[in-house]
């Protein structure tokens, strides 16, 4: 079935520092990717997205590219600030039946220290 | 923007009471979603709505119920609550047709003593 992978956390870094967090996904077909970030006492919200291969999906700063020879959609930001802590969810989309739905992975939580 | 509400951020209950969450969207959103976050496990689905008085099954159905009688509202109901549906409920929406980019409301911890 299909299925996403990311990786566990924390993920502890200071202000500036250089972040990836990998995420890589089993699909059939051909799935949109995306990135979900929860901050602090809040609902998820859709970071970025891309629909499909080499596509690149950027927001704030964060990048995130469409790797079919990988299966990967592996989360990158240059330099991370203090706001940036948060929770982040890899997810794919797919169509099952008729309807679109969401498949999350676990969650990566980001700790940026000033 | 988006607006999508939920009726309480924290709950407790006792076990065998009947719960109801109640979600409500203001963008006339076709979709709505009910899910549960747990660590280790990220957000599974536990119901959809892709129209009033529409339903369907998610991943993790058993022991729970919905409700839609309005577009802007979507109610999970626990006939009859367990310790092991401790969790936090997040509702969503989407636009029908988008259902990849899903609106979150803020969550509901709820905690079944």
């Known amino acids: 079935g299909n299925s996403v992978t990311q990786m566990e956390g924390p993920v502890t870094l200071s202000e500036e520092a250089f972040l990836t967090i990998n995420c890589t996904y089993t699909?059939?077909?051909?799935?949109?990717l995306f990135w979900y970030v929860q901050y602090p006492g809040e609902g998820l919200q859709l970071l970025l997205k891309?629909?499909?291969?080499?596509d690149k999906g950027s927001n704030k700063g964060f990048e995130a590219t469409y790797r079919k020879e990988t299966t990967s959609f592996h989360l990158e930001k240059g330099s991370v600030q203090v706001s940036d802590s948060a929770v982040y969810f890899c997810?794919?989309?797919?169509?099952?039946?008729?309807?679109?739905?969401?498949?999350f992975g676990t969650g990566t939580r980001l700790l940026v220290s000033p | 923007d988006v607006k999508v509400t939920q009726s309480s951020r924290y709950l407790v209950k006792r076990t065998g009471e009947k719960v109801f969450l109640e979600c409500v969207q203001d963008?006339?959103?076709?979709?709505m979603f009910w899910y549960r976050q747990d660590p280790g496990l990220g957000l599974r689905l536990i119901y959809f709505?892709?129209?009033?008085?529409?339903?369907e099954k998610g991943d993790i159905p058993e022991g729970y119920s919905v409700s839609r009688e309005k577009k802007e509202r979507f109610s999970l109901i626990l006939e009859s609550a367990s310790t092991n549906q401790t969790s936090m409920y997040l509702c969503?929406?989407?636009?029908?047709?988008?259902?990849?980019?899903?609106?979150f409301g803020p969550g509901t911890r709820l905690t079944v003593l």
């Open positions: 969503a929406s989407s636009l029908f047709g988008e259902a990849d980019t899903q609106y």
């Open positions: 699909a059939t077909g051909y799935p949109s």
């Open positions: 891309a629909t499909k291969a080499d």
């Open positions: 997810a794919l989309g797919w169509t099952n039946t008729g309807f679109q739905k969401l498949v």
């Open positions: 963008m006339d959103h076709e979709n």
């Open positions: 709505s892709y129209d009033v008085k529409m339903k």
